[in-house]
């Protein structure tokens, strides 16, 4: 198999299992804590790969996740598409960070990303637990933090 088949089916099954991550229940107690795993892989892939993972594959990414969701179509779209314009104009440096510093960075966009959806929720009609609502962004950012450095980047990047 040729390296840009393995790496497009390495970004769509990462993609797909975040979409299902996602989706999975979880009991009521740990639902608030949920990471934004869509997100999390959106942006992993947009950094390690930025010519292959972009703002394109954040909008189908988004939609798909709207549709599994139930949430306004378009709302995840937008803000995935954010998140992957911002890290791929910022790339070059992020990769340079250690994994605590981009997940500073993973947490504050992902939090600006939550303000926008907040702010798109409030307009349909529903304002929810704001400490409940925020606390994805920090898992997220301490889940980023954790795993970046166990993953070998350049065995990653390979053959780009």
Known sequence: ?????RQRLMIAVTMLLALLASIFPLPDLLA????????LVVSFWAMVMPQRVSIGTAVFMGLLLDSVNGALFGQHA????????????????????SAWQQALWIFTLFFMVQIFYL????FAGGVPNL????????????????????????RTRRHN
Do not use: D, E, N
């Open 1 to 5: 198999m040729r390296a840009t088949t």
């Open 32 to 39: 608030p804590y949920r990471p934004q795993w869509v997100a």
């Open 78 to 97: 937008l803000g995935l598409a954010l998140i992957a314009y911002v890290i791929g104009k910022f790339y070059q440096r992020l990769i340079l960070f």
């Open 119 to 122: 702010w798109v929720q409030s």
């Open 131 to 154: 400490w409940q609502y925020f606390m994805p962004c920090v898992t997220s950012a301490l889940l980023w933090g954790l795993v970046m450095p166990a993953i070998p980047l350049q």
